[in-house]
């Protein structure tokens, strides 16, 4: 299985940094990034874009994203997007409920179908 990693810290100027690390061929067609993070009175949330730049349909694509406040892990939730044709970009939000104190999330590709 692959995995792709993107880390985001909050600021005021947030910029994603990501570190992409390719496994199986299955899935290397395919480029996570993580948006900032944001934090609301029901948790924190990072949009997430999974861009398919090569020729086949992924039907399904789960994204799991740890949250963090400083160094502590307060946990993880995910999402799966559906139906990336080959040379779009699919976007959803990976939300957090109860992560109010969250500053930085590390998301990863978990799992493709």
Do not use: H, W
């Amino acid at each position: 299985m692959k995995s792709i990693c993107g880390k985001v810290v909050s600021s005021s100027i947030a910029a994603a940094a990501i570190g992409l690390s390719l496994g199986a061929a299955q899935a290397a067609d395919l480029e996570l990034t993580p948006g900032k993070i944001y934090t609301d009175a029901a948790g924190a949330y990072v949009s997430v874009a999974v861009k398919n730049s090569g020729t086949a349909t992924a039907a399904e694509v789960k994204v799991t994203c740890e949250f963090f406040a400083g160094k502590r892990a307060l946990g993880k939730a995910s999402t799966t997007l559906f139906s990336i044709v080959g040379g779009v970009t699919g976007t959803d939000q990976v939300r957090f409920l109860g992560g109010t104190s969250a500053t930085s999330a590390t998301c990863t590709l978990a799992g493709q179908k």
